[in-house]
């Protein structure tokens, strides 16, 4: 079906939608959900599509506009993801794939599979020889940096949904105050939930060591991101003095840098991102290098289409559940007893509910 399907146009419109929760983090608190729908259209009238989390508004436009220069590098091209990705690459070479330039193609080559799933009548997971299954997730909606009191309130409230695991970030000015918060959510929560924590890079080594330490004796399922994303020897030595397991992944630029990080014993586990690894086309070569490593392999956002992929990785660990782009999806995906539920429709779950994109759409 690949070569039945040629490449018409790329399409592109922001949006925000406001978070159910703040995400208060060490870096900043988010209130919006900036997302930027692609649309790939083809000559024969089959469509994919894909969505970047922007992080700011102002990515979107920036990234459109990198999108109209690779569709005048595509039009007219086969829909083939490892052929397509090969050509930007090269096209790209001399600024780098990085930054808006990865978000675009990374897109492109999510929407490619999307049609392609499409054009053959089978969900993802089926196209990438799996099949819709049932996926441990848990819940990252919420759970930012607040008042003890405020923090058990909606650790609570996020059980909804069976969820048996919840991420908390931590980066207060204190210990004492990290402990505080983890003690707190862990009182008003089942035992058996299990809590995930993210440090969104606030610490030094020697800190993270020392917090790390402490965290040791409060059952932790991981501690994510401690230090600078890029500090491999450094996280090494974090891996090496504390026993909960170290969580590196959502900053891999492409799997070069999860070889870079395997190499160096950089972490326990890790959690590619799906743009920034690369797409879909990314996500497998970091599937089968998790695999060859023995690694468990979780998600970073884009859990509707990540659900997918993990449905297809052998080493699959967990679900990073957010609800951002329910808002504006015909169908957002399924949670049931704490499983993300692949959904078994054509294509990797995504369609738009047209009249949210208007009312949400970016001025």
């Avoid at 005048?72 to 090969?86: D, F, I, S, T």
């Amino acid at each position: 079906m690949q070569s039945e399907l040629t490449i018409r146009n790329i399409r592109a419109v922001g949006v925000k939608v406001p978070m159910t929760y703040v995400l208060g983090t060490s870096a900043q608190a988010v209130r919006e959900a900036p997302l930027l729908l692609i649309d790939l259209e083809t000559e024969q009238g089959v469509t994919g599509h894909a969505y970047q989390f922007c992080y700011l508004p102002a990515a979107a436009p920036a990234i459109a506009i990198l999108l109209d220069e690779i569709l005048r590098g595509v039009k007219g091209e086969r829909v083939a993801p490892a052929v397509l990705w090969a050509k930007l690459n090269k096209r790209f070479t001399l600024i780098g794939v990085q930054g808006i330039v990865r978000m675009a193609m990374a897109m492109l080559d999510v929407a490619c599979w999307d049609a392609l799933a499409r054009a053959a009548a089978v969900p993802l997971a089926s196209l990438l020889g799996g099949a819709p299954a049932r996926v441990p997730a848990y819940n990252s909606c919420g759970l930012g940096l607040m008042g003890v009191e405020a923090l058990a309130d909606e650790a609570q409230a996020l059980l909804a949904g069976g969820f048996r695991a919840l991420k908390l970030r931590l980066g207060y000015p204190t210990l004492k105050a990290d402990l505080a918060a983890v003690r707190a959510v862990r009182a008003r929560i089942p035992g058996d939930v299990a809590v995930l924590v993210d440090y969104n890079q606030a610490l030094s080594v020697p800190e993270a060591i020392r917090r790390g330490r402490a965290l040791d004796s409060e059952g932790i399922a991981w501690i994510e991101e401690p230090i600078r994303h890029d500090d491999f020897a450094g996280c090494a030595e974090i891996a090496r003095e504390i026993a909960t397991p170290l969580q590196l992944g959502e900053n891999f630029s492409q799997v070069y840098d999860m070889e870079r990080a395997i190499t160096a014993h950089a972490s326990d586990l890790v959690m590619p991102d799906l743009e920034r690894i690369g797409g879909v086309s990314g996500w497998l070569l970091a599937r089968d290098l998790a695999h060859k490593h023995g690694m468990n392999m979780s998600s970073h956002l884009y859990p509707e289409v990540s659900a997918h992929l993990l449905a297809v990785t052998p080493t699959a660990h967990r679900l990073e559940y957010v609800d951002w782009a329910n808002a504006i999806l015909t169908e957002p995906l399924r949670i049931d007893d704490g499983f993300a539920l692949v959904s078994e429709r054509p294509g990797n779950g995504l369609d738009w509910d047209q009249d949210a994109v208007r009312r949400y759409r970016m001025s």
